[in-house]
């Protein structure tokens, strides 16, 4: 869509007699004073402005003080033709036609979540934003050229820099939940990566990589939002990953959202979402040629089918994802896929066989997912407590409660809402035996079922 050009901020440029060279400096210098040095504004800069785009927070105020100094009055942002553009309320939920607007609406994504905005804190879970991000994701023809004609040169050492970041920041998340890292991550996308996006000078290669960098970093806030059990906020930031995923042209990672997207769904007690985000999931891991992630969203089908107890889909789906995790092939497969092992695989078996009521399978499978990474805390507290869930529906009341008490020790250092829902399950599983002495010890032992 063709921006209207800024007559009035033209006609305030003429009226003090700047240039744009001279009035990009001022900024610049301006924003050094008030404890902003990073500002690398110029005359292109400038004349973009006047073109019709809209400067990033906070130039505007920068702008009115700088006119104001020189005219002698005061000067409001409506006075430059940049007035105050109040946030949508459904921000995040579209999945975007262009790359421009797609970069417009995650950066004020991460700046609307940076200031704790309340309509995201409070959103809810939108099945039909979930469906038609999916839809757009698959139809929406392969972008352009994701290029960038900011004044701030984009490199390789950037993008190495965001991948680093988010490595270690994951590895956070799965020792200590999400809770403990998630403003830290929205700030850096909101200070470091949203600058590079917006302001950026970047070609079609480049900015592919850069896509994909911020698309995992992205997604990555999102599932910590998940583990808070914030699912509208974490459902608008997967979209906008998606919607990232698709400027980078990365059909891999975009297969590896969706299958978080569905994942989130069964979670929520979604399963007939679940389904077709995972059957979604599944076509861009064929594309993708990414087998285990092929193998990630069957299980994920399995799941659903389970939670809607269907119990021939979910074996054939169980058998589907067999197949392809043995196809996975040394050296070939994403990083980002790394933790899809056999641990894991077995895990999302155990909560197959869990929900469909199956204890013998349910332990069967619980105990092959601890032979699991040790960094991997939160997932080895829910395999617990999968395997005391399958314990207890196998008659095993004793070894269920022992192994209840591993659970609950890991939950104690974590912050994270679904560590809470899952110790609340178990409490639940436990109750009809509360006046058994395994079940009258272990309450002994740990207090009441509760990390907190």
């Known amino acids: 869509m063709e921006r209207e050009p800024n007559r009035l901020l033209q006609r305030l440029i003429a009226e003090a007699g700047f240039t744009h060279k001279g009035l990009a400096r001022r900024l610049n210098d301006l924003g050094a004073a008030r404890g902003l040095p990073g500002l690398r504004y110029d005359h292109s800069s400038v004349l973009r402005w006047i073109a019709g785009q809209r400067p990033r927070d ?34 995040g939920q579209e999945f975007n036609h262009t790359w421009q607007e797609g970069i417009t609406t ?34 929406l023809p392969l972008e352009g050229r994701p290029e960038g004609r900011g004044p701030r040169r984009v490199g390789m050492d950037d993008i190495a820099a965001i991948q680093e970041v988010t490595r270690s920041f994951g590895e956070l998340d799965n020792r200590f939940g999400g809770g403990r890292v998630r403003p830290a991550v929205v700030k850096y996308l909101d200070t470091a990566v949203g600058p590079l996006l917006a302001e950026g000078s970047y070609a079609e290669n480049t ?11 992205t997604r990555l806030a999102g599932w910590m939002a998940y583990d808070l059990e914030q699912h509208g906020l974490a459902q608008r930031y997967l979209i906008q990953a998606l919607r990232l995923a698709r400027g980078a042209g990365d059909h891999g990672l975009g297969g590896e959202i969706l299958a978080g997207m569905s994942h989130q769904a069964i979670y929520i007690g979604q399963p007939a979402h679940a389904l077709d985000l995972a059957r979604a999931a599944q076509l861009s891991a064929r594309r993708a040629g990414v087998f285990a992630l092929l193998a990630e969203t069957h299980v994920l089908e399995a799941h659903a089918h389970a939670a809607l107890d269907d119990r021939a889909a979910c074996a054939s789906s169980l058998h589907e994802a067999e197949l392809s995790f043995d196809r996975r092939r040394a050296g070939h497969e994403p990083d980002w896929i790394s933790y899809f092992d056999e641990a894991y695989l077995s895990a999302k078996f155990a909560h197959c066989f869990r929900d469909l009521g199956d204890g013998p399978g349910t332990v069967r499978h619980a105990r092959r997912s601890l032979e699991m990474d040790g960094r991997y805390v939160r997932g080895r507290m ?34 994270s809402a679904r560590t809470r829902s899952y110790v609340a399950d178990l409490r639940r599983r436990l109750d009809p035996h509360a006046a058994e002495r395994p079940v009258v010890e272990l309450n002994e032992r740990v207090g009441e079922l509760n990390p907190a």
């Open 58 to 91: 906070p130039v505007t105020g920068l702008l009115a003080e700088i006119f104001a100094l020189r005219l002698g009055r005061a000067v409001s942002p409506e006075d430059l033709g940049l007035p105050a553009v109040l946030t949508p309320l459904d921000l």
């Open 106 to 139: 995650v950066t004020a994504l991460w700046r609307g979540d940076v200031e704790r905005r309340r309509f995201l804190l409070d959103s809810t879970f939108a099945i039909g934003a979930g469906s038609a991000g999916a839809v757009r994701w698959l139809t």
């Open 207 to 217: 900015g592919k990589a850069l896509a994909s960098a911020a698309a995992e970093l």
């Open 382 to 415: 829910f395999n617990l407590s999968l395997l005391s869930a399958g314990l207890l529906a196998s008659g095993e009341l004793e070894e269920a409660c022992s192994v209840a008490v591993e659970a609950l020790e890991l939950a104690k250092g974590l912050e």
